[in-house]
């Protein structure tokens, strides 16, 4: 099974709600194993306790958890359905790649600001 992420509109009103109730559900299959999927706000945490019909509530494969947090929701779904045949070990150099690139960028900005306002105690 290659999936890592179900949206909230396609897990909930199929056989995986149950996981509404628990917070996650695990997902067996002969290839992989057993996987292990959280219920996951839109920032990455776990969600606990009633689900809130406006805001985003997927299902995240739990290797894959720290990608969403890091990437966000949106960027962490487009990365994953640009890629559908990719393994998960392709995707996870590609998720891995991504961070990196946003890592730089953010120090980038970070030292183009830092250039625009020079402060008197570096």
């Known amino acids: 099974m290659k999936t890592i992420v179900i949206a909230k509109e396609a897990w909930l009103c199929s056989q995986l709600s149950i996981a509404k109730y628990s917070g996650g ?20 945490q776990p969600y606990h306790g009633k689900l809130i019909p406006s805001a985003p509530a997927d299902l995240v494969d739990k290797e894959f958890i720290p990608f969403y947090r890091k990437l966000g929701r949106d960027k962490f779904i487009s990365l994953v359905s640009r890629e559908p045949l ?28 830092k250039a625009r306002q020079p402060s008197l105690f570096d």
């Open 86 to 113: 990719a393994s998960r070990k392709g995707l996870k150099q590609i998720l891995s790649a991504e961070v990196l690139e946003e890592k730089a960028d953010k120090a980038a900005k970070e030292e183009e600001l």
């Open 25 to 44: 559900i695990d997902i067996s299959d002969e290839e992989n194993g057993t996987r292990h999927f959280l219920v996951v706000d839109e920032k990455g």
